[in-house]
């Protein structure tokens, strides 16, 4: 089995910055990608930033230039710096991991339980 881990949501003010966190683990033959989404209420899950194993990262271009996703294939975990916080990124923020458990050619995907970022005006 494989679990996704978020941390590092909270409460902050407009212009703060946060840092979040998820990491991986269980039964893990590679990590191909992994992705932050965000789902604010009343609103679709949207895709934020994702990170594949050997590509430059991609962001929303609500974020571009001020938030940063990394990766440490080492310890399996992903972080994504959050700067210059605007109200409107207040929602739950979400893992993503695509994973090869094994050897063979089939991937899976997985979510976190999702971690609350809060932004006050």
């Known amino acids: 089995q494989v679990r996704l881990v978020e941390s590092g949501g909270g409460l902050v003010q407009a212009g703060g910055s946060l840092r979040l966190s998820c990491a991986v683990s269980g039964s893990i033959f590679r990590i191909n990608s992994m992705a932050w989404y965000r789902q604010a209420p009343g609103k679709q899950r949207e895709l934020v930033a994702r990170k594949n194993d050997t590509s430059a990262a991609t962001y929303a271009d609500s974020v571009k230039g001020r938030f940063t996703i990394s990766r440490d294939n080492a310890k399996n975990t992903m972080y994504m710096q959050m700067d210059s916080l605007k109200p409107e990124d207040t929602a739950v923020y979400y893992c993503?991991?695509?994973?090869?458990?094994?050897?063979?050619?089939?991937?899976?995907?997985?979510w976190g339980q999702g971690t609350q970022v809060t932004v006050s005006s």
């Open positions: 993503h991991a695509n994973v090869r458990r094994n050897g063979f050619a089939i991937d899976y995907l997985y």
